[in-house]
């Protein structure tokens, strides 16, 4: 069975520090994995994925995250936060069938960023 | 249309009542999802759709759960006999193909009292 987890419930950040958000997954093959982000009231927006290839991968908002095999991770980074960057974040694994539906969430990092 | 629409936003429903839940897709998304998200917590999987097949409702928790999508566009996802514990925020997803991310509704929020 897949799974995630995301170890941290809540992160605090000065604006303008640097932020890594922890994910690591469980799955019997080589997964799909995302991380989204939920302001509040509001869906989830896929901030960025990866399928295969470069382990390091960029997405929207200045979010990069680099999957390590060998650590079942895939964390995410962001060099200098900005109070907009305040909300909760999901990590996700999905499989490589590409007709698969379902992703597995981890239960979020939430994050505040201070002034 | 340009983004997942959900309807209603907010739906308070009194216990032993039937809810409706409407989700409409991205135009073209040939995949569509329900995901059930509690308080706190990340969103768990319900079912999925491809065009107008159910190809997986392994997340269902229960037979008073139902969802329906008969044109492969709209879905409903419907609710029998609401209990306090169905308390959540009901997610759609749809999305391109397996290559592509979700893209979510904004929810709706289902209180039952």
């Known amino acids: 069975a897949q799974s995630v987890t995301q170890p941290d419930i809540h992160i605090t950040v000065s604006e303008g520090a640097s932020l890594e958000l922890r994910c690591n997954y469980s799955?019997?093959?080589?997964?799909?994995l995302f991380w989204y982000v939920q302001s509040p009231g509001q869906g989830l927006q896929l901030l960025l994925k990866?399928?295969?290839?470069?382990?390091l991968v960029q997405g929207i908002k200045g979010f990069e995250a680099e999957f390590k095999r060998s650590q079942s991770s895939f964390n995410l980074r962001k060099p200098s936060v900005h109070w907009s960057d305040a909300a909760e974040y999901f990590c996700?694994?999905?499989?490589?069938?590409?007709?698969?539906?379902?992703?597995?969430f981890g239960d979020g990092t939430t994050l505040t960023v201070k002034p | 249309g340009a983004g997942v629409s959900q309807s209603p936003r907010y739906k308070v429903a009194k216990r032993g009542q039937d809810v409706a839940l409407r989700c409409d897709p991205i135009?073209?998304?040939?995949?569509l999802f329900w995901y059930q998200q509690a308080l706190g917590q990340g969103p768990e999987f319900l079912t999925y759709?491809?065009?107008?097949?159910?190809?997986?409702k392994s997340g269902l928790p229960s037979d008073r759960f139902f969802a329906e999508r008969p044109e492969g566009s709209v879905s409903t996802l419907k609710i029998q006999r609401t209990q306090q514990e169905d308390s959540a925020v009901y997610l759609c997803?749809?999305?391109?193909?397996?290559?592509?991310?979700?893209?979510f509704g904004s929810g709706t929020r289902l209180t039952v009292v």
């Open positions: 997803a749809s999305r391109l193909s397996g290559a592509y991310g979700y893209t």
């Open positions: 799955y019997g093959a080589t997964p799909y």
């Open positions: 990866y399928f295969s290839g470069d382990t």
């Open positions: 996700a694994v999905g499989g490589l069938n590409t007709n698969a539906g379902k992703s597995t």
């Open positions: 135009s073209g998304h040939v995949s």
């Open positions: 759709f491809q065009n107008e097949a159910q190809l997986d």
